[in-house]
């Protein structure tokens, strides 16, 4: 059986989950067996037939009022118990900052492997083993891990790497609960109180349109100017490691092997030579434009439409005609593709 552990705050699934559980469900047929979701929470029982309907065969909900807010120490001892209980062969867990802090707490109980932030999941036809592919040496390569004497075999994966399945609505399951036999005196750490940052971009793994920017941009005060062109293109801005290593962008914005895989139906690559470890994080996207000094730039092998020039004048006059563009009576309007 292949189990993902489907994460969920205020009773609204994590996008993560879902796309784990078109994975697994990928994954089963290979080795012929079944997929259960499992969800920790309180008052969660609405979220069963959501996970049915993304490919679930089982859900287990693990519910006590403990579990109502996270809480590292007493949610590693509930999944632990289901995992003790269900016997997976494989567990799947999405990589955010969540799962980066449950997984590797759970393998240790489990005495078993765990590999880390995967790009691709796959079964070795011969061995039926889970291959976990992965980024090494800060994304220079991708190395290929198995867990061939321990279960269950484990891994954690980012937001964005696989593709959200659309959910069948005709899909039946069974669902169970489970009630963990957990108290206060389990947390060595207790959570007083919490904090909700709001964020005023959306998540890059999320967007529809992005505009990401380059060593080639230069500057902080660049990365001003494509937000701006993101703005009116109602998307994002976004960059590449060597951004981040600059300071000029936000580590959360970074896209690449090393950052977030991203799939949005735009994405403009400003300044950005294309190293290897940043097409792997674009490569989904439905449309690639790349604006470069450089035409043999790799980028602009892999892009839709390559824009040779110093890339300050072309957003420049991009801001200009879509300014225009979008230029209402009442003030601007959104230019939404």
Known sequence: MIMVFCQQENVNLHRVGLELLGKAVELAKEIDTKVTAVTIGKD?????????????????LVQNELLEIYNADLYTKALHEVVEKEKPEILLIGATQLGRELGPRLAARLKTGLTADCTQLEIDKESKLLLMTRPAFGGNLMA??????????????????????APNL???????????????????????????????????????????????VGSKEGFQQLRKLADLLGGTVAGSRAAVDNGWIEKDRQVGQTGKVVRPKLYIAVGISGAIQHLAGINESTYIVAINKDADAPIMKVADLGIVGDWQPIVNELIKRLSKKAKAEDGYEVVRL
Request: proline share 5%; charged share 25%; hydrophobic share 40%.
């Open 44 to 60: 969660i029982d609405c979220l069963a037939t959501t996970l049915i309907q993304y490919g679930a065969d089982k859900v287990v």
């Open 144 to 165: 290929t891990i198995v867990c061939p004497n321990h279960r269950p075999q484990m891994a954690t994966v980012r937001p964005g790497v696989f593709e959200l399945k």
């Open 170 to 216: 005709s899909r039946t399951g069974e669902v169970v609960e489970y009630v963990p036999s957990i108290r206060w005196e389990d947390a060595r750490i207790v959570v007083e109180d919490f904090f909700e940052k709001i964020k005023e971009d959306v998540d890059i793994s999320q967007a529809q349109v992005i505009v990401s920017g380059g060593r080639g």
